[in-house]
């Protein structure tokens, strides 16, 4: 790919009207006759660059990932799109919040120092210089990332499909290229969690209400949430999060933030992740900006034993036919989600009670691909992802349903899904087609020979 060399005339009065960042404005050069020359520029999306640079990087990560074959072309397609979908969702003032991105962007942090070893060697792998700079190359790309989800997902959200449309769809796949379901089982699980004591409790309430005290007497909130908050989303951040009533944060943690004035400091409050203390920065309208601290009480040697002891003998209990699996989740499971279905658990992706057994997470399937229908798992030891807590659960397998060609009555939820992401795909498609149209592009060097640039080109 040659590098790409594009002069934008002033009455395109391009650079005047984008935000563009401090990196691709230092980057620009203005000639003799008054216009502007940006290097490395393979194209321009409404507000957006699409830089040389991006798409090799994409293109190697791809590459590094095995995403089946892909071309420069297709990379430059797929960043291109997102910039539409990204400069669109600004157009249209879609809520968005940046907290979210900070949030992601730590645990993308967390989660790549823990793979390479260190904060240095990460930053020598993508050839940054400080963590801050890295912080912010991974804020930007993940804002963007999150405004064209927000985009597509404003673009389907009333798409829906009937059971006639299902039974359409169905019928006009060709027989020998109806889809194979895979082996596929349905799960309930009982989980036991060790108790916090009341020592351990009021240990973390008394030190939040000193963190409390210094704040009021003048102390920094912010510095404490950095040096002290275990919630790694926003402690980085001194605590900051901006939320809205619509926002998905718990209960408890809302009608904190917005039963406070600015300036005022909770007492200690409980959420089911742990103890809070929260001050609201400000109110803006029907948003506002609060930092919070985080703690996790300790759990006692003697709690995490005799939970483990209590699921051992409920194990022993369902085992012997003394109670059902479903009945003794009822009775003593600690996850309230799946308590009252008798510990039933639902898939997520698709909203109905089957698991594909090749697509479960790689810990539950060594839990359950040995185990025979209505079988209970030993006791397995787990953690929470966020508090790193443990806990101690029992799985079982309610129902297996082996691999099979799909069928319209038995896999009826299938079908639909793959019905209505057809139907979704469809209405995506004719947003774009229709967004290209009245949005400016420019596609520059190599790039413009890819098969997708002659829908994007004006004529």
Request: glycine share 6%; charged share 35%.
């Amino acid at each position: 790919m040659s590098v790409a060399q594009v002069t934008i005339d002033e009455k395109d009065n391009l650079l005047k009207d984008s935000d563009f960042s401090k990196e691709i404005l230092e980057a620009t050069k203005v000639t003799k006759d008054g216009r502007v020359k940006i290097d490395g520029v393979a194209g321009v999306v409404g507000d957006y660059l699409v830089l040389e640079s991006d798409i090799s990087k994409a293109y190697l990560d791809m590459t590094n990932q095995e995403i089946g074959d892909i071309s420069y072309c297709d990379v430059a397609e797929t960043l291109m799109e997102n910039k539409l979908f990204a400069h669109h969702a600004k157009q249209d003032s879609l809520p968005f919040n940046p907290a979210r991105v900070e949030s992601f962007t730590e645990q993308q942090i967390d989660q790549f120092v823990s793979q390479v070893g260190s904060m240095e060697r990460l930053l020598s792998f993508y050839k940054i210089d400080t963590e801050d700079e890295l912080r912010e190359q991974l804020n930007e790309i993940n804002t963007q990332r999150m405004l064209a989800e927000e985009m597509q997902g404003s673009i389907v959200d009333g798409v829906e499909i009937t059971p006639e449309e299902t039974r359409d769809f169905f019928e006009a796949i060709p027989e020998d290229e109806i889809p194979l379901i895979s082996d596929e089982v349905e799960l309930a699980q009982i989980i036991v969690k060790p108790e916090v004591g009341e020592k351990e409790r009021q240990a973390v309430i008394d030190r939040l209400n000193s963190f409390r005290d210094d704040v009021l007497s003048g102390g920094s909130f912010a510095t404490k949430a950095v040096l002290y908050s275990e919630d790694r989303g926003s402690r980085s951040q001194g605590g900051k999060i901006t939320l809205s009533r619509d926002d998905n944060f718990v209960k408890e943690f809302k009608d904190a933030a917005f039963s406070l004035q600015e300036g005022e400091i909770s007492k200690p409050f409980e959420t089911e992740f742990g103890w809070h203390i929260l001050t609201v920065e400000k109110i803006r309208g029907q948003q506002v900006d609060v930092r919070h601290i985080l703690l996790y009480p300790e759990i006692s040697s003697e709690a995490v034993e005799k939970a483990k002891k209590e699921i051992e003998l409920v194990r022993e209990k369902i085992i012997n036919g003394e109670v059902s699996f479903r009945d003794a989740a009822r009775e003593v499971s600690d996850e309230k989600e799946t308590r009252e279905s008798g510990g039933q658990l639902i898939n997520s992706a698709t909203g109905d009670r089957r698991f594909e057994l090749t697509k479960v997470d790689p810990t539950i399937y060594d839990q359950v691909s040995n185990l025979k229908e209505n079988e209970v798992s030993p006791v397995i030891k787990d953690s929470e992802p966020r508090t790193a807590k443990v806990f101690f659960k029992l799985i079982t397998v309610t129902k297996k349903i082996p691999e099979h060609i799909a069928e319209f009555s038995e896999d009826y939820t299938r079908i639909r899904e793959l019905a209505l992401q057809q139907k979704k795909l469809k209405e995506i498609q004719a947003w774009k087609e229709s967004k290209v149209k009245d949005t400016y592009i420019k596609i520059n060097g190599d790039y413009r020979a890819c098969g997708f640039a002659k829908s994007w080109i004006k004529q």
